[in-house]
């Protein structure tokens, strides 16, 4: 994000700023007593593509699932685009649920489902589109992608590629204000995961939407983010354009980023 468009910028100059698309603030989680977040604080403005980092088990992908109304948090608050994502009825919860879309790490396909039928679900579910428009919506996002001949196959007719990419279009089909990425690239060759890189760069630019991607691979990360943010012990301990991360002090960014075996993250 250009650092005019920031909102402290915007308002500076006279000029209404909207609310951050996603805003976590104090968020505890706990599992039967265990911290698993502890006072997290964050916010992504839109049209930023956020990349959370961290090491394994540090509550990346639950912090998603918080994002994504699966999860509540024991205490603190979470807002989408400046209201608490639970004030109000489970309709209105479920609505903003439909401006998220999701893409997992297995890429979570019905596997007894075509890729057509496995894409055309939600819209069945969720919309009152007719059988025409619902068509034209799949055909549209699996074109996105580069997928437009895997409409009649299975997903055990994909390789692991092809259905990232597919789960990526089945996440576009609702339209969403944001993308959640879980480990996108897990699995993959690097030319595979370069790949899907670019597609998410380059969907989100299109689509005008904000992604918030979950990753431990740095590679990735320097490339797709516009921000920054590293998960440790259960806080956000900082968040910052990539060359600023690369470059910071924090010793346990450091470490991470380096891959030290010496140091603050055991």
């Known amino acids: 994000m250009n650092e005019h468009d920031h909102p402290a910028a915007m308002r500076e100059r006279g000029s209404p700023a909207k ?13 039967e007593g265990k911290p698993i977040l502890r006072n997290l604080n964050l916010h992504v403005e839109r049209k930023q593509r956020m990349v959370i980092m ?9 912090l998603l699932r918080l994002i994504l109304g699966i999860l509540r948090p024991s205490q603190g608050s979470i807002l989408f685009d ?18 998220i879309g999701m893409v997992y790490q297995s890429s979570a396909l019905i596997s007894s489902l075509t890729v057509r039928d496995n894409l055309a679900l939600p819209l069945e579910e969720l919309t009152h ?6 068509d034209r919506i799949v055909e549209e996002k699996l074109a996105m992608v580069g997928m437009e001949e895997t ?22 089909v609702m339209e969403p204000e944001l993308l959640l990425f879980d480990e996108p690239t897990t699995g993959l060759d690097p030319v595979l995961s370069s790949v899907i890189d670019e597609l998410i760069i380059d969907l989100t630019e299109k689509a005008h939407t904000t992604s918030i991607i979950v990753t431990h691979e740095l590679a990735s990360a320097f490339h797709i ?10 806080k956000i301990i900082e968040e910052e354009r990539p060359e600023r991360f690369r470059a910071s ?15 603050p993250i055991q």
């Open 54 to 62: 961290g090491q394994s088990g540090a509550g990346k992908s639950t």
């Open 129 to 134: 589109k007719h059988r025409g428009e619902i």
């Open 249 to 263: 002090k924090n010793p346990v960014i450091e470490q991470f980023v380096e891959g030290r075996t010496e140091g």
């Open 225 to 234: 983010a516009t921000r920054i943010a590293m998960l440790f012990q259960g």
């Open 151 to 172: 409409g009649p196959l299975l997903p055990c007719e994909l390789s692991g590629g092809m259905r990232k990419r597919v789960g990526i279009a089945r996440a576009l």
């Open 82 to 99: 400046g209201r608490d994502l639970y004030d109000g009825s489970r309709r209105r919860i479920n609505g903003i649920r439909n401006k």
């Open 19 to 31: 609310p951050p698309i996603i805003e976590l603030k104090g968020v505890y989680l706990e599992f």
